[in-house]
C-alpha cells in the first residue's frame, strides 16, 4: 500500500507521470497479483487511453493466478466492456471448468444475464446451488428471478414460499405478478 501511496503521489500532486508510471510498475513487480494495484495501474493507464496496455496487466495477472477469480472477473468485465463476450464467456467457462465452486458458476450466471441468456444463466445459477456447501436464499432468490424472467412462473412461486427473507419474497411476488398482468 505504501508504495501504491507513493506512485499517486507522482501522479496526484507532483503531476510527473514517467515517475508515477515506473513507481506502479515497481510496485505491480513486488505484488503482481494484488487486486488493488492491479486496479490502480489499470486506472492510471485507462486514463492516458492506454486500455491496451492495463487490459496486458490484467492478462499477465490471471496467467499467473488463473485461479484467482477476482482477477479472473476483471479481466472478463475488460472483455465484455470492449465488445469481446465470447472471450469473456470463455474466460468465466475456463472458471468453472479449472474450479468448479459455487463462485465460479455465479459469475457466469451474472455474465449470461448481462448478455441476456436467462437460459443459461439459470443453467449456471443451478449448478452454483448444487456446488454450494450452504446454498442460501440470495442463490435461490436469483433461480428464482430467472424462473420469472423465462417466464416460468409457476415454478418461481414455488421456490419463493421457501425463502425465509421476506423482502425476497416480496420482490419476487411483486414481480411474478406483474408478469402475469397484474400491475396493482
Given at each position: 500500500r505504501g508504495c501504491l501511496a507513493r506512485a499517486a503521489f507522482y501522479k496526484d500532486n507532483a503531476k510527473d507521470d514517467a515517475r508515477a508510471e515506473a513507481h506502479y510498475k515497481t510496485c505491480l513487480e513486488k505484488s503482481p497479483n494484488d487486486g488493488l494495484a492491479l486496479r490502480l495501474i489499470?486506472?492510471?493507464?485507462?486514463?492516458?487511453?492506454?486500455?491496451?496496455?492495463?487490459t496486458a496487466i490484467w492478462e499477465k495477472a490471471l496467467a499467473n493466478a488463473p485461479e484467482n477469480l477476482q482477477i479472473r472477473g476483471a479481466v472478463a468485465g475488460r472483455y465484455e466492456s470492449q465488445g469481446k463476450t465470447d472471450r469473456a464467456r470463455a474466460l468465466h467457462e475456463e472458471g468453472v471448468e479449472l474450479l468448479g465452486s459455487s463462485q465460479a458458476w455465479s459469475k457466469l450466471?451474472?455474465?449470461?444475464?448481462?448478455?441476456?441468456?436467462?437460459d443459461k444463466?439459470?443453467?449456471?445459477?443451478e449448478q452454483a446451488i448444487a456446488t454450494s456447501?450452504?446454498?442460501?436464499?440470495?442463490?435461490?432468490f436469483f433461480k428464482a428471478d430467472r424462473l420469472i424472467d423465462l417466464n416460468r412462473l409457476d415454478e418461481a412461486e414455488k421456490l419463493v414460499?421457501?425463502?425465509?427473507?421476506?423482502a425476497y419474497r416480496d420482490l419476487l411476488k411483486g414481480r411474478i405478478q406483474l408478469t402475469r398482468g397484474d400491475a396493482k
Open positions: 489499470a486506472q492510471f493507464f485507462d486514463e492516458r487511453q492506454r486500455s491496451a496496455e492495463a450466471a451474472d455474465f449470461e444475464q448481462r448478455s441476456q441468456h436467462p444463466s439459470l443453467e449456471a445459477v456447501p450452504n446454498p442460501n436464499d440470495s442463490m435461490n414460499e421457501t425463502l425465509q427473507e421476506q
